[in-house]
T-cell receptor, first 116, second 111 residues
Framework: NAGVTQTPKFQVLKTGQSMTLQCAQD?????MSWYRQDPGMGLRLIHY???????DQGEVPNGYNVSRSTTEDFPLRLLSAAPSQTSVYFC???????????????FGNGTRLTVT | GNSVTQMEGPVTLSEEAFLTINCTYT??????LFWYVQYPGEGLQLLLK?????DKGSNKGFEATYRKETTSFHLEKGSVQVSDSAVYFC??????????FGSGTRLLVRP
């Protein structure tokens, strides 16, 4: 029962470095998404995907890239890290269009990223 | 655009007290509504959901009713326990499948 797996759990970067946050799910979910969680701001959607080969921007996409080459994986890339990207990042997945809006999201346990 | 507004926390209660966390939403169409809970150091877990007007979602003693006329989805529990201490998020899912969250309400239950 792996569900949604995120790696790493913690990461410290220097300004300007790049890195990839990994997300994998084993539930054959079509829909996958990335959120960032900041104090007092709830969760904000960065990017999402409704299936392999299809991605779209959420509320706060700048500074992040995604790709979806397989159903299982949805990595999030930080191109040039900035202190404003210090946050906790969550990956989440769900069944897709055939469930309409009723399917709940399943979340990973998060990656805590600090950019110095 | 679509949005969710929750009461600000923290909410501090004694064990066995009655809980209400207010949530209102703005959305076009007929979104599905959810409550998620986040325990310290963990990701969010679905607590309950309602998919159409007048539906009542319930789980672990928590309840919420989808009120279209007041665009609300308030979370209630009759008797809270220390183990209910967590952050609670109200959310809506629109026709594009994006899940939009409120800012979260921290609940602290004291013995």
């Amino acid at each position: 029962n792996a569900g949604v797996t995120q790696t790493p759990k913690f990461q410290v970067l220097k300004t300007g470095q790049s890195m990839t946050l990994q997300c994998a799910q084993d539930m054959n979910h079509e829909y996958m998404s990335w959120y960032r969680q900041d104090p007092g701001m709830g969760l904000r959607l960065i990017h999402y995907s409704v299936g392999a080969g299809i991605t779209d921007q959420g509320e706060v996409p700048n500074g992040y890239n995604v790709s979806r080459s397989t159903t299982e994986d949805f990595p999030l890339r930080l191109l040039s890290a900035a202190p404003s990207q210090t946050s906790v990042y969550f990956c989440a997945s769900s069944y897709g269009a055939e469930w309409g809006g009723n399917s709940p999201l399943h979340f990973g346990n998060g990656t805590r990223l600090t950019v110095t | 655009g679509n949005s969710v507004t929750q009461m600000e926390g923290p909410v501090t209660l004694s064990e066995e007290a009655f809980l209400t966390i207010n949530c209102t939403y703005t959305a076009t169409g007929y979104p599905s509504l959810f409550w998620y809970v986040q325990y310290p150091g963990e990701g969010l877990q679905l607590l309950l959901k309602a998919t159409k007007a007048d539906d009542k979602g319930s789980n672990k003693g928590f309840e919420a009713t989808y009120r279209k006329e007041t665009t609300s989805f308030h979370l209630e529990k009759g008797s809270v326990q220390v183990s209910d201490s967590a952050v609670y998020f109200c959310a809506l899912r629109d026709s594009s499948y994006k899940l939009i969250f409120g800012s979260g309400t921290r609940l602290l239950v004291r013995p």
